[in-house]
C-alpha cells in the first residue's frame, strides 16, 4: 500500500506515530475518449471564449462566483493567510458510542499503521478502545484542510475515517413528498411485510455480493482483446519522549472529575440557508470551454476570388491585339 500521510495520534499527552494508508477504492473499468478517426486519446484545451485562444496556466486565476458573472477574487496569499497549521497530528477530543453516530456522516476511510516507534503505544490505544466499545472523535488536517474524523476498530486495525460536519448533511424536511410519519397503514400488511424482513434477515457476508455489470464489462473486453479487436493510437521518524505510563497518569489527572458528556451527532432539523452557487465542477467547465472553442476561420472564398480575378486578367491580354 502507498503512504498517503504520516503523523501521530495525540492520545492525552500520549503521542502515537501512524502511517495513513487508503482502506477503499473505486474498481470501475473507466474508458478514455478517442478521435474517431485515429484513435488518438483527445486532449481537451483550457479556453477564453472572451480572448478565443487557449489560456497557459499562468494566466490562471481563482474566483468565487457569488452572482451570474460576477466574481471576487482570490489569490495565494489570501489562502495562505487562512490555511489551518499542519499539525502531524491527529487530534483526539472525545470519545463516544459508535451507535451515536449515523452512517450519513461517514465519508472515506484510512488505515492506520504505527510507525517504529510506536508499536507499543499502538497495541495500547487498540486494547483500550476494544475493552471499552468506545470509538474517538478527532479532527485531523490533511491537504490544507481540516476534518472532523471517527478513529475506531476494524478487525485489528485502528482506522481513521472522515465524517462530514453537521451543517454539510442537508435535512430531511428538504426532500420533497414525504409521506407524514403518522401515515394509518393496514394491520395486516405491517405484519406481512416485518415477516418478510425476518424471512430475508441473514448475517452480512460482504464476499456474497458483487458488481455484476463490472464482471460482464471485463468479460468483453478480454473476449474482445482474445478476438484482437485492439487499436494502438499514433505514436522521518517521531520518538515519544514521555514515558508512556507517565503519560497516561497524568492524561488521567487531567481529565477527572470533568464528566464530559458524549458528543451525539444528528443531521440538522432546521432548513439550511440557500446554498451558494458553487465553481462549476472541472468536467463541466471543461465541457463548456470545449463549446465555446472560436468557429475556425475559412479563406475558401478568398482563394476563389483571387483566382477568378486572375483568369479574367490573362484572357484580356490575350484578346489585345498586337
Given at each position: 500500500?502507498?503512504?498517503?500521510?504520516?503523523?501521530?495520534?495525540?492520545?492525552?499527552?500520549?503521542?502515537?506515530?501512524?502511517?495513513?494508508?487508503?482502506?477503499?477504492?473505486?474498481?470501475?473499468?473507466?474508458?478514455?475518449?478517442?478521435?474517431?478517426?485515429?484513435?488518438?486519446?483527445?486532449?481537451?484545451?483550457?479556453?477564453?471564449?472572451?480572448?478565443?485562444?487557449?489560456?497557459?496556466?499562468?494566466?490562471?486565476?481563482?474566483?468565487?462566483?457569488?452572482?451570474?458573472?460576477?466574481?471576487?477574487?482570490?489569490?495565494?496569499?489570501?489562502?495562505?493567510?487562512?490555511?489551518p497549521e499542519t499539525r502531524r497530528?491527529?487530534?483526539?477530543?472525545d470519545f463516544v458510542d459508535l451507535?451515536?453516530?449515523?452512517?450519513?456522516?461517514?465519508?472515506?476511510?484510512?488505515?492506520?499503521?504505527?510507525?517504529?516507534?510506536?508499536?507499543?503505544?499502538?497495541?495500547?490505544?487498540?486494547?483500550?478502545?476494544?475493552?471499552?466499545?468506545?470509538?474517538?472523535?478527532?479532527?485531523?488536517?490533511?491537504?490544507?484542510?481540516?476534518?472532523?474524523?471517527?478513529?475506531?476498530?476494524?478487525?485489528?486495525?485502528?482506522?481513521?475515517?472522515?465524517?462530514?460536519?453537521?451543517?454539510?448533511?442537508?435535512?430531511?424536511?428538504?426532500?420533497?413528498?414525504?409521506?407524514?410519519?403518522?401515515?394509518?397503514?393496514?394491520?395486516?400488511?405491517?405484519?406481512?411485510?416485518?415477516?418478510?424482513?425476518?424471512?430475508?434477515?441473514?448475517?452480512?457476508?460482504?464476499?456474497?455480493?458483487?458488481?455484476?455489470?463490472?464482471?460482464?464489462?471485463?468479460?468483453?473486453?478480454?473476449?474482445?482483446?482474445?478476438?484482437?479487436?485492439?487499436?494502438?493510437?499514433?505514436?522521518?521518524?517521531?520518538?515519544?519522549?514521555?514515558?508512556?505510563?507517565?503519560?497516561?497518569?497524568?492524561?488521567?489527572?487531567?481529565?477527572?472529575?470533568?464528566?464530559?458528556?458524549?458528543?451525539?451527532?444528528?443531521?440538522?432539523?432546521?432548513?439550511?440557508?440557500?446554498?451558494?452557487?458553487?465553481?462549476?465542477?472541472?468536467?463541466?467547465?471543461?465541457?463548456?470551454?470545449?463549446?465555446?472553442?472560436?468557429?475556425?476561420?475559412?479563406?475558401?472564398?478568398?482563394?476563389?476570388?483571387?483566382?477568378?480575378?486572375?483568369?479574367?486578367?490573362?484572357?484580356?491580354?490575350?484578346?489585345?491585339?498586337?
Open positions: 500500500m502507498h503512504t498517503v500521510w504520516k503523523g501521530s495520534i495525540s492520545f492525552g499527552l500520549v503521542n502515537i506515530p501512524v502511517r495513513m494508508f487508503t482502506a477503499t477504492e473505486e474498481r470501475d473499468i473507466r474508458f478514455r475518449q478517442l478521435h474517431k478517426e485515429c484513435h488518438t486519446p483527445i486532449k481537451y484545451a483550457k479556453m477564453c471564449p472572451h480572448c478565443e485562444r487557449e489560456v497557459d496556466a499562468s494566466e490562471i486565476v481563482r474566483g468565487y462566483e457569488y452572482e451570474k458573472g460576477h466574481f471576487v477574487m482570490i489569490d495565494d496569499s489570501d489562502l495562505e493567510a487562512i490555511t497530528a491527529i487530534e483526539i477530543l451507535q451515536e453516530i449515523d452512517p450519513i456522516y461517514f465519508d472515506k476511510s484510512y488505515f492506520l499503521s504505527p510507525q517504529e516507534t510506536g508499536e507499543k503505544a499502538y497495541a495500547l490505544l487498540r486494547a483500550a478502545m476494544e475493552q471499552s466499545g468506545k470509538i474517538a472523535v478527532a479532527q485531523v488536517t490533511m491537504r490544507n484542510r481540516q476534518s472532523l474524523a471517527v478513529i475506531r476498530l476494524y478487525e485489528h486495525c485502528i482506522m481513521l475515517e472522515t465524517i462530514y460536519y453537521p451543517d454539510e448533511v442537508r435535512p430531511v424536511s428538504q426532500v420533497p413528498a414525504l409521506p407524514e410519519a403518522t401515515v394509518t397503514l393496514a394491520e395486516n400488511e405491517l405484519k406481512m411485510a416485518t415477516e418478510l424482513i425476518g424471512n430475508m434477515t441473514i448475517p452480512f457476508e460482504p464476499a456474497k455480493y458483487a458488481d455484476e455489470y463490472r464482471s460482464e464489462l471485463q468479460s468483453l473486453i478480454e473476449k474482445k482483446l482474445e478476438g484482437q479487436e485492439i487499436t494502438t493510437a499514433p505514436t522521518v521518524a517521531r520518538a515519544n519522549v514521555i514515558d508512556l505510563m507517565q503519560a497516561l497518569r497524568e492524561s488521567l489527572e487531567t481529565t477527572a472529575g470533568q464528566g464530559a458528556s458524549p458528543v451525539k451527532l444528528e443531521p440538522e432539523a432546521t432548513p439550511a440557508p440557500p446554498p451558494a452557487k458553487a465553481k462549476p465542477s472541472k468536467k463541466r467547465a471543461t465541457s463548456s470551454k470545449k463549446e465555446a472553442s472560436p468557429p475556425t476561420k475559412t479563406t475558401t472564398g478568398t482563394a476563389t476570388s483571387t483566382s477568378t480575378s486572375t483568369t479574367k486578367t490573362l484572357r484580356r491580354k490575350k484578346a489585345t491585339p498586337v
